[in-house]
């Protein structure tokens, strides 16, 4: 039985998890659409933070390992290119919410030995992805034989297709 159809934020999941018990636990859930976060902040917190405490906790019973998908929490970049050891400055609600995470995270491995690897990774791309992300917008629009608009051309990103997300996962999870 998978656990799929709970909800991370309830505390009954510690259990659904641990009964299971597995030995490599990926968390994958949350939300993630940065102008939701602006809108709607406790559903960010409460899914992306305390969500991930709660399967911290099935973590430290059941002795699983831990893959968190986290974000970009740098910040505005004062330099491209961003090392992975640059501070931490999340400057929006959903990044802020990943963050809490990965520090709730760390606790768990000081306080419990509770082992995790936390994979920062964003604008993930793929099939399947809403359209109001930019590359299904893009698609959309070229598909659409129009023109291809964008609100902002200044920000510059790094893109992950979700198949090589999928494959840094899998090494994540031998490591």
Request: charged share 20%; glycine share 6%.
């Amino acid at each position: 039985m998978g656990c799929s159809e709970f909800d991370i934020r309830e505390h009954k999941i510690i259990s659904s998890i641990t009964h299971v018990n597995p030995s490599i636990i990926i968390i994958a859930a949350g939300k993630s659409f940065v102008p939701d976060s602006w809108k709607y902040p406790n559903d960010f917190y409460s899914i992306n933070t305390l969500g991930t405490i709660n399967v911290a906790e099935a973590a430290r019973i059941s002795g699983a390992k831990i893959i968190f998908l986290s974000t970009f929490v740098y910040g505005a970049p004062y330099s491209l290119l961003i090392s992975e050891t640059g501070s931490a400055q999340p400057f929006n609600p959903y990044a802020s919410s990943k963050f809490l995470a990965e520090l709730s995270l760390k606790n768990y491995f000081d306080f419990f030995g509770v082992a995790s690897s936390v994979l920062r990774v964003f604008n993930v791309y793929g099939e399947g992805q809403k359209d109001d992300f930019l590359i299904p917008t893009i698609i959309s629009q070229y598909k659409n034989g129009g023109s291809i608009h964008v609100k902002d051309l200044s920000p510059k990103r790094d893109y992950i297709h979700v198949d090589d997300l999928t494959d840094a996962i899998v090494v994540a999870s031998k490591k």
